[in-house]
């Protein structure tokens, strides 16, 4: 609801009035100016010059700004019921017979690479580093990168498979990433939410998972991503399990 640029404008008076509105939303809704004079022990000209470097023209303006964004956040809470109702959908699709012909491709670039290289930014650079884990874990040689402007390796790439994660599938840094990788030999495996994105377009192969997209709260933090990840968890272990399985039977 603020922008964190403009907060850094405010003097120590006006910063008095930000705190107690960040600390008091629901509260706030239904003061008075004078109100919010009497609670910051500050004057009504402060708030309003207060609101004025926050972007707002006044205070009737920053009320209704505040209704708009308490409405969001109520929201976003029934989007996040309406996903529960998507992934109880999509782990039963994954225990279905019929989705090995999904996950067999996948699990065959697995057991074909000696290196699995994961790859994301933010929740699913997090991600990334999950299921490096897990699989190293199963004993297959993975890691994650952390860093997405590490340049790619120029040599032993064509027993490499990336995997990358990307709910938008369209991460600048990851498509960079993808180019270069594949530039040098290295299978791209993709797991995304969306099959016509950039990302799963440019893969060898791609699974995606078709959430709802959620977003945070707050418009000016634009790319904040709240769609929920449960899949993408789902996806990594049974990929791990499944290829685990499948070179132990091939031992056999």
């Not at 270069?180 to 797991?191: T, V």
């Amino acid at each position: 609801m603020f922008d964190s640029q403009k907060v850094k404008d405010l003097n120590e008076l006006e910063l008095i009035v930000y705190t107690f509105i960040v600390e008091n939303m629901e509260h706030v809704g239904g003061m008075t100016i004078r109100d919010l004079s009497d609670s910051c022990h500050v004057s009504t000209s402060t708030i309003l010059r207060c609101l004025t470097k926050l972007g707002y023209s006044g205070y009737t303006e920053f009320k209704y700004a505040l209704k708009e964004n308490l409405s969001r956040q109520g929201q976003s809470f029934e989007a996040f019921y309406d996903a529960n109702v998507h992934v109880d959908a999509f782990l039963k699709k994954v225990n279905n017979e019929s989705y090995h012909t999904v996950l067999d491709p996948a699990i065959d670039m697995i057991v074909g690479s000696k290196h699995l290289v994961f790859s994301g930014i933010g929740t699913s650079g997090t991600l990334g580093t999950y299921g490096a884990r897990y699989f190293s874990n199963m004993l297959f040689n993975a890691y994650a990168i952390t860093d997405p402007f590490v340049p790619a390796p120029t040599r032993g790439l064509e027993t490499t498979l990336l995997i990358a994660l990307s709910v938008s599938g369209e991460t600048t840094e990851i498509i960079k990433q993808i180019e270069n990788f594949k530039r040098y030999g290295a299978k791209i495996l993709s797991i995304t939410n969306d099959q016509h994105s950039t990302i799963a377009q440019m893969a060898d192969f791609n699974i995606s998972y078709y959430m709802p997209e959620i977003t945070g709260p707050d418009p000016a933090e634009e790319f904040i991503n709240l769609t929920t990840q449960v899949p993408v968890i789902a996806l990594l272990e049974i990929l791990a399990q499944q290829s685990y399985q499948r070179e132990n039977n091939a031992k056999d």
